[in-house]
C-alpha cells in the first residue's frame, strides 16, 4: 500500500504532507511532557518486525500485517501514530518502499487514517466485545487506509485511472486482506488484555475535541485534495514560470534555447542538446570524483 | 505455522539486505558527499522527475542521474537491480493504458524510474545515522529523529526476538492447525512479542535517562565536493526549466 514517486500530482503529495505534519506535530505536542521517545523507536523497531511475518492465506499467496490499528489501540492514537510514522519513515529512506514525495500521503493513510480510525471504532465497540472491537478495528483501519490511498491515486490526474477504478480495485482487495489484519488485531489485544490488562488501564482519556478535528480532518481530506487538484496540477513549476512571465521572456536563452539548434530538425537540436547537457554533467561529475579522492 | 515461519525468513533476510546497502555498495564519490546536500538533491531530482509529463524532461532527469552515478563510481547494475522490479510492476498496471496513449505509459513509467533511481543514489551512498544527522539539523522534532534512529538500531534485534518466540511455539506445537488456528495463534505470539517491546522500551528509556541524553549534532562544515555536487543539482534544475 505504500505510494511510490510518480502516482501523485504533487499538489495532492503537498496537501497530504501539510495535513499529516498538522496532525504528527500535535501529536508530540500532547506527548511533550512524558518521555516516551523509546518507546515510539522501539515500538516501532517492533511493528516492522511484526510487518515481515508473511501470514500464509488459502490460496497459496500471504499476506503483511500492518499494524496501524494496533498501535492506536495499545499506545493510544497520539503514540501510535508517531510509531506508525516512524515506520514509515525508516521504510522510506532505508528501503525505498513508499516515495519520498508521496510520504506525507503515505503516512496520512498509514499512520493517521489506520491508527485513529482503528482507535476510535475500538473505543466505540470496546464495551460490547473486546475481541470483536479489535477485529473491526484491525479490519475496517486498513481497509480505509487503501480507499484513502486509491483515492489519493486517483485523483491525481498523474495516475491514468480514475477514482472509479482505483478506489474500488484498493478497497475490496485490502478489504479481503484485511480479515487477516482484523484477526491479527484481535489476537493481540486479547492476549495482552489477558496477560497484562494494565496496558489499556494507561491510557488516560484524550481530549475529546482535538480528536473530532482530527476525525474530522480525516473525513474532508479528500475533499481537499480534489480542491488541491482543482488548483491545477500539470506542471507545477513550469505554471510558475508561465505566471512570472519566464516562457514570453526568457531571462536566459542559453546556449541552446528550447534545447534545439537554430536551422536544425528539432528533434536533432533536443538530441544535441541531451548530450551536451549530459557531458557537462560527466565533466562535473569527474570533478567531483576527483574531489572525493583528495578528501 | 512452518510456512509462516518460512516464507517470513526468507522475505526478511532479502530486506535486512538492504540496512547496510551502503556499507557493501562500492565506494563512490557519492559516499563523501554531505547527507545534507544529498537529502535535498534527491527531493530536487524527484520533484523535477514528476512535476512533467514532458517526456524530454523526464529523460533529461534520467539520463543526468544515470551519468552522475557511472561516473562517481556507483555501480549502474545494483541500481537496475533494485529498481526494475518496482518499474516493471508500474508498467504493467498502466499497460492497457498504452494502447490508447503509449507516450503517457512510456513517461509514467520512466517518472517512476527516475524517482527510484535517485532515492537508490540516497540509500546506496548514505548510512541513517547520517540521514538523522541530517534530518535533525533541518530542525525535524527532536524526538522523531531520536525515535527515528532507535526505531532504525532494534528493528535486526525485534526481528530476532519476534523470530524467537515463533520458534519456541512452532517446537511446542503438536497438531497441523488451519489458517485461521495459524492467524490466532500466531497473534497472541505477537501480542506477546509487543508485551516485550513495552518493557524492552521501558529498560531503554531508564538507561537513557541514567546516561543522560547525549545529542550528535552536526558540527560537519560543507566541503568543496558538497559544492561541487550541489552544481550538479543546480545544472541539472537549469537545463529541465530551458529545455
Keep these: 500500500m505504500h505510494i511510490p514517486d510518480g502516482y501523485l500530482d504533487l499538489s495532492v503529495a503537498g496537501l497530504f504532507y501539510i495535513l499529516s505534519i498538522a496532525v504528527l506535530g500535535y501529536s508530540i505536542y500532547r506527548l511533550r511532557e512524558q518521555k516516551l521517545t523509546s518507546l515510539f523507536g522501539i515500538v516501532a523497531a517492533a511493528i516492522f518486525a511484526a510487518q515481515m511475518l508473511n501470514w500464509p492465506i488459502p490460496g497459496g499467496t500471504s499476506a503483511h500485517f500492518v499494524g496501524g490499528a494496533l498501535a492506536g489501540i495499545l499506545l493510544g492514537p497520539y503514540a501510535g501514530t508517531l510509531a506508525m510514522a516512524v515506520v514509515l519513515t525508516i521504510q522510506c529512506l532505508v528501503f525505498a518502499d513508499g516515495g519520498i514525495t508521496a510520504l506525507g500521503a503515505n503516512i496520512w493513510n498509514m499512520a493517521i487514517v489506520d491508527v485513529f480510525v482503528g482507535y476510535y471504532i475500538y473505543k466505540a465497540l470496546e464495551r460490547f466485545n473486546r475481541s470483536i472491537a479489535a477485529f473491526v478495528a484491525g479490519w475496517l483501519g486498513i481497509t480505509l487506509a487503501a480507499i484513502f490511498a486509491g483515492i489519493e491515486i486517483g485523483i491525481s490526474s498523474s495516475f491514468g485511472y480514475g477514482l472509479g477504478v482505483t478506489v474500488p480495485v484498493m478497497g475490496v482487495w485490502h478489504a479481503i486482506l484485511g480479515i487477516v489484519e482484523g484477526v491479527i488485531t484481535a489476537g493481540v489485544v486479547s492476549y495482552i488484555a489477558a496477560a497484562r490488562p494494565d496496558v489499556f488501564e494507561q491510557k488516560a482519556a484524550p481530549g475529546k475535541l482535538a480528536l473530532g478535528v482530527i476525525a474530522a480532518m480525516i473525513v474532508v481530506s479528500p475533499l481537499f485534495a480534489y480542491a488541491a487538484e482543482l488548483v491545477g496540477y500539470a506542471e507545477p513549476l513550469e505554471n510558475a514560470a508561465e505566471k512570472i512571465g519566464l516562457e514570453e521572456n526568457p531571462i536566459y536563452e542559453g546556449l541552446l534555447p528550447d534545447y534545439t539548434l537554430p536551422g536544425l530538425d528539432p528533434y536533432v537540436g533536443t538530441l544535441i542538446a541531451g548530450i551536451v547537457g549530459t557531458v557537462i554533467v560527466l565533466g562535473l561529475g569527474v570533478i567531483l570524483s576527483r574531489y572525493a579522492r583528495t578528501t | ?243
Design chain 2, 1 to 243: 505455522m512452518h510456512e509462516l515461519l518460512e516464507r517470513t525468513i526468507k522475505e526478511a533476510s532479502s530486506y535486512f539486505q538492504n540496512f547496510l546497502i551502503h556499507e557493501y555498495s562500492k565506494k563512490s564519490a557519492l559516499h563523501a558527499v554531505d547527507a545534507r546536500i544529498k537529502l535535498i538533491a534527491t527531493i530536487i531530482f524527484i520533484v523535477l522527475a514528476v512535476s512533467t509529463f514532458n517526456l524530454e524532461k523526464v529523460l533529461l532527469v534520467l539520463v543526468f542521474l544515470i551519468a552522475i552515478s557511472a561516473v562517481t563510481g556507483l555501480s549502474l547494475r545494483s541500481i537496475a537491480e533494485r529498481i526494475w522490479p518496482f518499474t516493471l510492476f508500474s508498467f504493467v498496471v498502466v499497460l492497457p493504458i498504452s494502447l490508447s496513449n503509449p507516450t503517457y505509459a512510456v513517461t509514467f513509467t520512466l517518472r517512476v524510474a527516475t524517482s527510484l533511481v535517485a532515492i537508490q543514489m540516497l540509500v546506496m551512498t548514505t548510512s541513517f545515522a547520517e540521514i538523522c544527522l541530517a534530518l535533525r539539523s533541518f530542525r525535524v522534532p527532536e524526538v522523531f529523529v531520536s525515535a527515528l534512529w532507535l526505531g532504525y538500531r532494534y528493528a535486526v534485534l525485534m526481528f530476532r526476538e519476534l523470530l524467537s518466540i515463533l520458534l519456541a511455539r512452532e517446537s511446542r506445537r503438536v497438531s497441523k492447525g488451519s489458517h485461521m488456528d495459524v492467524w490466532r495463534k500466531g497473534g497472541e505470539a505477537v501480542g506477546l512479542f509487543f508485551l516485550r517491546s513495552f518493557e524492552k522500551a521501558e529498560k531503554v528509556q531508564l538507561a537513557m535517562e541514567a546516561r543522560g541524553e547525549a545529542l550528535n549534532h552536526y558540527h560537519g562544515k560543507l566541503k568543496m565536493l558538497d559544492f561541487v555536487y550541489a552544481t550538479i543539482v543546480a545544472f541539472t534544475a537549469l537545463w529541465w526549466v530551458i529545455i
